[in-house]
């Protein structure tokens, strides 16, 4: 993360005490910073130590302000670039938190007593509250404030809003020796307004096509087609998605894995688009029943026709198709018996009406005759 701001240094030097009365009224004076200055003045050696910069510390030396009482302030403005820990599992709709890491690198705090300029200013027009102390763990000199940075002159991000500033002062003792650290943090959320429009809109289309394409005819050629390009569509937007985000192995966004999802949605039902047109091409004049299908006791061991005629159908919401029904078992004796021991009883056979009538004549005729 890169800011572009400005620290306010202030502290007592003794040595640079005079009497304005004495030196013709002078209250204040100004000396050049290093290098440019002709003798070095002392200066705390407060950086950031999770700075990422290639010089480490990339503030500017400003000049130094002295007044009569020994107060000398300085303002180095910089380019601070640090190390902050991004969590993008809810992005684009995500919040961050970083923080800045100031201390000396080589007083301790009975050289030097690091402290927030804004708890000086309480009751200051500007900090009535927010500035409030709590304390901070078990260090009673440890404290936090809910604000830790001058927003005065502040400009927004297109990117990013600023909710928040708080700040921690932490006090780590070592041997014999205390050493003073403050903390900056920093909490901003991410403005979603130009994501939702680039991102979370054609999301929300892609998925609406992504249905559709199963509501179209099984053997439809227009199908494949349309879930060809929401396929493209759906490996499009996922590079996107990757592209914009920060890299991160520990956490993956939501709408990333929404995507991929959405991926394998639309590849399967490309697939069985296809095995389904293939199949639905298929006619006996042109392709032979494989015998492993042909075999009675494949049908039996998987009830494969009642698995895709009534079960599939049912749960699809789809009109099972008309087959002849097996003839119920005919009663005999009040006996049900199965059709193939039928064949093992005597049957009548009566002479059809043509030889019953043909029969009547021939022996009419003869008693006639006689």
Not at 110 to 126: A, E, P, R, S
Not at 192 to 198: K, R, S
Request: glycine share 4%; with cysteine.
């Amino acid at each position: 993360m890169s800011i572009l701001a400005y620290i306010d240094f202030h502290w007592n030097d003794y040595k640079l005490r005079w009497d304005p009365k004495m030196f013709g009224g002078i209250k204040d004076v100004r000396f050049a910073g290093e290098p440019d200055a002709p003798f070095k003045l002392w200066r705390p050696d407060v950086l950031l130590f999770n700075s990422v910069s290639e010089a480490f510390d990339s503030t500017y030396s400003s000049r130094f302000i002295v007044n009569h009482d020994g107060e000398v302030q300085q303002n180095p403005p910089g380019i601070f670039r640090f190390i902050c820990k991004v969590d993008v599992t809810y992005y684009p709709f995500d919040t961050q938190t970083c923080f800045l890491k100031m201390g000396s690198w080589t007083y301790s705090g009975k050289h030097i007593n690091l402290d927030f300029m804004l708890t000086q200013m309480i009751g200051v027009k500007g900090h009535p509250v927010n500035a409030a102390i709590r304390p901070y763990g078990d260090n009673p000199e440890s404290y936090s404030v809910n604000e830790s940075i001058d927003l005065q002159v502040y400009l927004q991000n297109g990117e990013w809003d600023l909710m928040n500033t708080p700040g921690t002062r932490v006090v780590t003792v070592f041997g014999d020796a205390s050493y003073h650290e403050l903390y900056y943090y920093i909490h901003i959320r991410r403005r979603t307004l130009a994501y939702g429009i680039n991102l979370i809109i054609p999301s929300l289309v892609i998925s609406m096509m992504t249905v559709l394409g199963f509501t179209l005819p099984p053997d439809a050629c227009e199908k494949i087609t349309l879930e060809t390009t929401v396929l493209l569509s759906v490996i499009f937007f996922l590079q996107m998605v990757s592209n914009m985000s920060p890299p991160q192995s520990k956490s993956v966004p939501i709408l990333a894995a929404f995507f991929s999802c959405c991926l394998m949605v639309v590849a399967c039902s490309c697939v069985f688009t296809v095995l389904t047109i293939c199949l639905f091409s298929r006619k006996a004049e042109t392709h032979e029943m494989s015998p492993l299908v042909n075999l009675r006791f494949l049908f039996k061991a998987f009830q494969m026709r009642k698995v895709f005629v009534e079960w599939l159908p049912y749960i699809l919401m789809m009109r099972t198709p008309d087959h002849p029904r097996a003839p119920k078992p005919k009663v005999i004796d009040k006996t049900i018996l199965p059709i193939h021991r039928l064949s093992t009883f005597p049957v009548l056979t009566l002479p059809r009406p043509s030889e019953m009538n043909v029969a009547i004549k021939s022996s009419s005729r003869i008693e006639q005759g006689q």
